[in-house]
Structure formats: C-alpha cells, structure tokens
C-alpha cells in the first residue's frame, strides 16, 4: 500500500514514510491510494476476536511494509494494561437502540489515547525501516491531543514532543494534565489565543525553511501527532468495525444490518476514521457530524460552503472549538475523485479568503453519507442532566453534544435505526461544567474537590490518574504570544 498526498499527484510514499513525516513537503496530507475491503465472511471472523486482533486485522492491509510481527508487537503493546477496560473500546447500551462506544479508558481518559498510545510505536518501527534520525513530534492541542502525545511518547528513545496548547478554553483539569507531565523528551507551552492560533502556529513552524534549517543542523526533524498524521487515523479504524461486532455478539444488531454512527466532531478526524471503515465495507447508515456551538461543518454539510470567517466560541466542550477543520482536507480530495488541483483550489481560497464552496455533485456525495447537527451550550448541559436523570448515564460534554446531535437526527428523519454515540472523554475531565448541568448552579472548589462532589453525587468512579494530578508539581508554566512560538521551539529544543 502507498500513500498519496492531497495537493501533490507526484508524491507516493510508504506507509513508514507517511507516518514519519507526517505531512506531505508541499503541506498536503497522506492518504493510502485505495481502500481496503472487507467480505462479510472477514466482518463475521473479527466478531470472534478480541479487540487487540480485529486491531490487527483492520490495520495490516493499510500498513504492508510493517511484518506481521512488527505490527502485532505495536498493537499487543498499545492496548494492554494500560486501559481500564480489558475490551478498550468498550461499548455500553444507553437504551436499546442507542450504544455508547466509550473511547476514554485509557490513560489520559479522551478517545485520543486510543490512537496515541500506539502511534509511537508504529514511529519506532516506521523510524527504523526509513533510517529517520531523532523526531520531534510537534503538536497543537484543543486540549486532549496534547497530553496523550506526552503520555504516549514519554521517554521514547529518538523522539522529543513539543505541545502547544491555547490559553483560552482547555479545562483545568486538561491544563493540569499537561504542565505537570513527567517524562525528559517534552515541552509543553500555552499560546496567548485558541486552538486555531496555536494549529495555523503550529502548521507555519511544519513548513518553515529557517527553522527546518536549523533542526537538521541538530540532527532533528519534524513530525506531527495530530490527526493530519496518518499513523493517528488508521487505528481509530478499528474500533468502529469493533463496535459493530460487540453489537452483533450482544445481540443488539442482526448481522448484515446497518448501524449510525455519532461522532462529537472537532479536526474530522475520528469521523473521517468512520468514513472509512464504511468505505472497508462496515454496515454504517449515516455517519452523524456532531457540533457544538463552533458550527462550521454543520453548515458545510449542509449548504455546501464552508466558511471559518465567523466569530469563535470558547465552550464547555473545548476539544471541538475548531474553526479550521484540517480532515476535512482528505475526505474533499477523495469525493472530488482523488482530484489535487481542486483540493489545492479549495485550500488555498481557504486561507486567503476564509471560505471555499464545492460543487453540487460533490455536496449531494457528502449528504449521502453524512447528516450533521450541532449543540448549542444550553442543550449541552440539559442533555447532561436528561441523559443521567432518564439512563443513570453520565457524559462528558463532547459526548452529550453527540447524544444531543443524534436526537435531533431522529426527530428529522424518523431514522430509528441502531445509534451508536462515540464517547470521546470522561465527564470528570470536565467537572465544572457536568456539576452545573446536574445542578443548576456553577459549582466553587477547585477541581479535585469537585469531582469529588461529582463522585457523592453519581457514585460513578473517578480515574485514579486524574485524581493525582493534585500532588504533581508544575514543570510547564510557560505561556507564549503566537508569534512567539517559533523561538520556544527552539528553547525547548535547547
Ligand atoms: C479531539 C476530541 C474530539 C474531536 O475529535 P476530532 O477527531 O478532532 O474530530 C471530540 N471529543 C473529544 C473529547 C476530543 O478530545
């Protein structure tokens, strides 16, 4: 299998080198040149297996240049002891045509650890075999993405990771989480503005000769731990086809029958994930983009223009405070035909102008596919108290603006098909404002006492890990102006 990228017809690269790179020289993103399948009889052998297999599985036909046993090692490794779940992926039912597909059990408690405790892994491997010196792992956070880098690549031999996380919108707990990382190969540092400021900061840094310059002359190159990365998307592949065997086993679903997916929608990467495990030849309906208040992929889905010229909110589901959706960028390129001078066409009229259209042919593809919705913060609270009121269930807000958007789903079409909601984050990362939705009021106390209050209150149990954070001292408290970040690259590369 080889890798193209978005916006050059020239590139084809393996998939070590995708990964490595991570983005494309010209700013394009990988993507493997076809999509592999898979027969229902194959659908029927995975639903015997265990996730670490059906993980095997999915991946090996998207990494060829990987053994058998270099892979199995990678997978094996990632998803062990380190999950709270010895399923990984576990999925719970919150009524009986509506699933759970809990993503956070794993050591930093958000759906990215999933990916990123085995994306450094597949670095070791994909390092060795292109002869990559030492990587630096560049990365902007809306505020997950950077503590499961940390987490997943601390103390790697031949990597560094840099974090860059926004100084408005991360939840404290998530601020917590990052500046108090223990590990000798990292830096963390906060950008004065949101998460756009520090991704576009960020992208800039990626391609900047000078700067490339001077970390070849350290011996260094650049990667990235982002969703751009194509080593990030693959292995959010697999549980989706995870997911839909535990329904088959459960008896939730007959085999062979269609299944939806919900996804709290930020970057489009874990909906893009789904997107292709649909293209694989998983029984998925519709995949269902879930919004919160930043709305921009809703009104793309469905009008067909997408426009970032808007204001940005600062919500209480802060992983998906995006304007710049980077992902969309492949699923674009594929619908439009593989097409890279369209792709670059709308790119580029997106960051000149804010904004790009696409054609009625490809905007009928996209609604085939995907219906989106999204969740202003009022409902976002009120689906929290429903949802534990009405199921004894409790969610995180990224996961209720996905339980919000599923609904408003239903009310328009009348689908009642089988709804499975990702669950992308434990709601005791986000205690301030879960209390205020249980509650009422805003909850006083520090973070630890308030999740305490949240464990009296629901008897549901509070991550070990996140609970102490509260003895850990700061080792990050830097903060950084957005034109400040290139010289904290290089300080904390020093
Ligand atoms: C990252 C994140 C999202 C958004 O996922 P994308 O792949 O960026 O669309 C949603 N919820 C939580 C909790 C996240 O951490």
Redesign the pocket.
């Known amino acids: 299998m080889k890798y193209l990228s978005t916006r050059d017809p020239f590139v084809r690269v393996t998939a070590a080198e995708a990964i490595v790179r991570g983005l494309s020289a010209e700013g394009g993103l990988f993507l493997p040149e076809s999509i592999p399948q898979v027969t229902p009889g194959e659908l029927r052998e995975l639903c015997a297996l265990t996730y670490v297999e059906r993980a095997e599985r999915i991946l090996a036909p998207y990494l060829t240049d990987f053994s058998v046993e270099e892979l199995a090692d990678c997978v094996r490794s990632a998803y062990g002891t380190q999950f709270a779940v010895e399923d990984i992926a576990h999925l719970a039912l919150l009524d009986e045509n509506t699933g759970m597909l809990e993503l956070f059990h794993g050591p930093t408690c958000?759906?990215?650890d999933v990916a990123l405790q085995l994306l450094p892994r597949l670095f070791a491997v994909s390092a060795q075999k292109t002869g990559a010196g030492e990587l630096v792992i560049l990365v902007a956070t809306?505020?997950?993405?950077g503590k499961a880098a940390l987490e997943g690549f601390r103390d790697v031999p031949g990597t560094r990771v840099l974090v860059f996380y926004p100084s408005e919108g991360v939840s404290p707990m998530q601020r917590l989480q990052m500046i108090t990382q223990e590990g000798g190969n990292m830096g963390v540092c906060a950008v004065a503005g949101n998460f756009d400021d520090a991704q576009t900061g960020v992208k800039e840094i990626f391609t900047d000769s000078a700067v490339i310059a001077d970390l070849s002359a350290r011996g260094l190159a650049f990667s990235s731990a982002n969703?751009i990365n194509w080593g990030r998307l693959v292995p959010q592949i697999a549980y989706y086809f995870s997911a839909y065997c535990d329904l088959v086993n459960t008896g939730s679903v007959e085999f062979g029958n269609k299944v939806n997916f919900v996804?709290?929608?930020?970057?489009?990467?874990?909906?893009l994930a789904a997107y292709y495990a649909r293209e694989m030849g998983l029984p998925i309906g519709k995949l269902i983009c879930a919004s919160n208040q930043n709305c921009v992929l809703t009104d793309f889905i469905r009008t067909g223009t997408y426009n970032a010229r808007r204001d940005f909110f600062t919500t209480i589901?802060p992983?998906?405070d995006?304007l710049i959706s980077s992902?969309l960028e492949r699923l674009l390129f594929l619908l439009s035909g593989q097409e890279t001078a369209k792709t670059v066409d709308w790119m580029n009229s997106l960051r000149k102008n804010g904004d790009y259209t696409v054609p009625q042919d490809i905007l009928d593809k996209l609604q085939a596919l995907f219906w989106a919705g999204s969740c202003d913060e009022e409902s976002t609270r009120d689906t929290i108290a429903n949802v534990w009121h009405k199921n004894a269930y409790l969610c995180?807000p990224?996961t209720a603006v996905g339980v919000d958007v599923l609904q408003q789903y239903r009310d328009a079409t009348g689908d009642a098909t089988m709804a499975v909601v990702a669950a992308?984050?434990s709601p005791f990362k986000f205690v301030t404002p879960v209390l205020e939705a249980l509650n009422g009021l805003v909850p006083e106390g520090d973070e630890f006492e308030l999740a305490e209050r949240l464990v009296a209150e629901t008897a549901q149990i509070c991550p070990e890990q996140l609970l102490h954070l509260r003895d850990k001292p700061v080792r990050f408290p830097s903060i950084v102006e957005k034109d400040g970040m290139r010289r904290a690259v290089s300080e904390m590369l020093d």
Do not use: C, L
């Open positions: 958000a759906f990215k809306s505020g997950d993405t969703s996804v709290p929608t930020g970057n489009f990467g874990n909906i589901s992983s998906m995006i992902n995180d990224h992308t984050a």
